[in-house]
């Protein structure tokens, strides 16, 4: 960082402190994201309002809920919030870019393996692919449904998966490569044979009741680590430690709060606290 940005970054710092020093100045901007039509946002209203009665009366909590990751993505560098719901993919897609949130805490599921948050790729059977081997050989003939590049289950981790099979770059290795938007379309796609494969998250999975029998499961990752709540560095060092306190107290104290977050997320149904981590939570991944 040259002197330039370093000065920059300091009177930035400092401004955000005055205004949280100010009677009547402080605000606080939560930012989440849509995902199909569940933004979100009243899912995290009950915590917005405990944030205002336990952490600070005097502060004004907005939710903000952004049509897209990438939009969130471009709030946080803009510093347009303060403090972030985010899936893992946003969060390490964020940190290529920039280091100015830091983990408040992260969902745990502690059911184990068979119940927790995975990604799939699953062939139709009626195309005859039954394995990776059966992938590799066919697959410039395949076309390969995947949900959004800030996807966690629908795109990182798969993709990663396909690379580790000697199959990436994607679009020099299947015929198609299409982008569904949303885990159930991707699911869809297969099934009605618009695709001859196709990446989604275990939850939609497990969702299609008796039609899962119409699919053959090539792959499931390891359990993923559901996404982190993160916030501003430059916020005031008290604030921070009693937002965390709030996080990660929910499970026990306010479990209906607690309740109405996770079911913002389906990924989250298993999950039993937010806990403290660090980033090798999400980078060892």
């Known amino acids: 960082m040259n002197n330039l940005k370093k000065l920059i970054y300091i009177l930035s ?22 995902y ?11 915590f917005s309002r405990l944030i205002q009665e336990k952490v600070d009366p005097d502060c004004q909590v907005f939710t903000i809920s952004f049509p ?3 939009q969130l993505e471009e709030a946080m560098i803009r510093r347009e919030v303060e403090l972030v ?26 059911t184990g393996a068979n119940t927790g948050y995975h990604s799939m790729i699953a062939s139709s059977k009626h195309s005859g692919i039954l394995d990776w081997e059966d992938v590799k050989a066919k697959s410039k003939e395949l076309r390969l449904s995947m949900v959004d590049r800030k996807s966690t289950s629908g795109y990182l981790v798969p993709r990663k998966e396909l690379e580790k099979q000697g199959l990436s770059p994607l679009e020099q290795h299947f015929a198609q490569v299409n982008f569904r938007g949303k885990h159930a379309e991707s699911l869809a796609s297969v099934l009605s044979g618009e695709s001859d494969l196709a990446a989604f998250g275990s939850h939609d999975f497990h969702a299609l009741g008796e039609r899962k029998s119409e699919l053959n499961l090539i792959w499931t990752s390891a359990s993923i680590p559901l996404g982190p709540v993160l916030i501003r560095q430059d916020l005031p060092q008290q604030l921070k430690l009693d937002l965390e306190d709030l996080l990660l107290g929910l499970h026990d104290r306010y479990p209906k709060t607690f309740q109405l977050i996770k079911s913002g997320w389906v990924e989250a149904k298993h999950a039993s606290k937010f806990e403290k981590v660090s980033r090798d939570h999400f980078l060892s991944f």
């Open 68 to 70: 897209t990751v990438n």
């Open 36 to 46: 199909g039509t569940q933004d979100r946002v009243e899912n995290l209203l009950s």
């Open 85 to 110: 719901f985010i899936s893992t993919a946003g969060f390490l897609s964020y940190l290529e870019r920039a280091q100015e949130f830091e983990i408040l805490g992260a969902l745990l599921d502690e």
């Open 13 to 34: 710092f400092l401004s955000t402190q005055v205004l949280w020093a100010q009677e009547g100045a402080k605000q606080l901007r939560i930012g989440t994201y849509t």
